[in-house]
Nanobody
Framework: QVQLVESGGGLVQAGGSLRLSCAASGRTFSRYAMGWFRQAPGKEREFVAAISSRGASTTYADSMNGRFTISRDNAKNTVYLQMNSLKPEDTAVYYC????????????????WGQGTQVTVSS
């Protein structure tokens, strides 16, 4: 069982930056690939970024256009999402997810999900 808790969301002006964190419980964090998804009001949940269990591989949604960076610190059981040059269309609830399989996390998400953190970008 893995419990995930996101933090770092908030209100930011367009062009600003935020760093989201996702803290995981348990001693097996380093076995899991991690991902970030987001869901805007009235829209389906969409993939944002993923990172393999050791951090050697990362994948991003094309729409992020190099503005977002995913990273992890296995010693701290935490995965991060650095978001730069934020746009109003980035407004959403951001969720982290954990999966034992990296190759599918960006399609289906993982077996475990956090409760989400709200990001609001004002124009």
């Amino acid at each position: 069982q893995v419990q995930l808790v996101e933090s770092g969301g908030g209100l930011v002006q367009a062009g600003g930056s935020l760093r989201l964190s996702c803290a995981a419980s348990g001693r097996t964090f380093s076995r899991y690939a991690m991902g970030w998804f987001r869901q805007a009001p009235g829209k389906e949940r969409e993939f944002v970024a993923a990172i393999s269990s050791r951090g050697a591989s990362t994948t991003y949604a094309d729409s992020m256009n190099g503005r977002f960076t995913i990273s992890r610190d296995n010693a701290k059981n935490t995965v991060y999402l650095q978001m730069n040059s934020l746009k109003p269309e980035d407004t959403a609830v951001y969720y982290c997810t954990a999966a034992l399989t990296y190759n599918t996390i960006m399609v289906h998400g993982g077996d475990y999900w956090g409760q989400g953190t709200q990001v609001t970008v004002s124009s």
